[in-house]
């Protein structure tokens, strides 16, 4: 009787049985090459709302590491190559993250280079500057004050953050500027991709620069898909 009843279950589980769900970055037309990645990813364009994923390439496939509810723009999403800077939407693609910063002291096992800002630090969004979509330590004359965010300003949103590199090695002016992971604020952001405070400190504790992180944002269909990138 017993083996009756293992054969049936055997039967059962080979013909009905669901296959097991693809992890997101094996559906993904590129990672970045690094063994590990971020996703951010959203409903649809116009949400705010969504869900930011950390995973390990481990034994050849992809493994989920951690998760956490996430936002985006207050105006969703827009395509990153065709993005327009004050647009209030977040760039989707896929993006290196250069280095980490702060309001507060690096969190316990960050392994990100990790810039401690000060109240000279800014990040310079005028289009007219030659340091548009940089950090600056003091403004230099040629960015305007109200071109630029004063990151010490934004003690919650910044108290841990990563850049994320949208734009930033060979940036396109009008394109946007300052586009980060980082902390929840109040509510939807002006293009970053935010989420709790634990878990910041989370990703940044896992996050490892010799793995060669990347962040892909998007959504799950449409133009804008998240497994174009």
Known sequence: ??????????????????????????????????????????????????????????????????????????????????????TNTTPTGLHPMPYAFGVRDRPAGTRFPYARVTDRSWWCQDNASRAYNRWVEGLPRDCRAGEAEHLVAYGTQYAYALVIGFNYERPVRGRGAGIFLHVNGRGATAGCVSVPADAMRAVLAWADPARRPHIAVGTRGGPTAITRY
């Open 1 to 86: 009787m017993r083996t009756l009843i293992a054969l049936g279950a055997v039967l059962l589980s080979s013909l009905g049985a669901p296959p097991a769900p693809v992890p997101l970055p094996e559906q993904m037309a590129d990672t970045g090459g690094g063994s590990q990645l971020i996703t951010a990813e959203a409903p649809d364009p116009g949400a705010t709302a969504g869900t930011l994923t950390w995973w390990d390439r481990r034994g050849g496939r992809w493994v989920a590491a951690g998760s956490a509810p996430a936002r985006f723009g207050a105006r969703g999403l827009a395509e990153g190559a065709t993005r327009r800077q004050g």
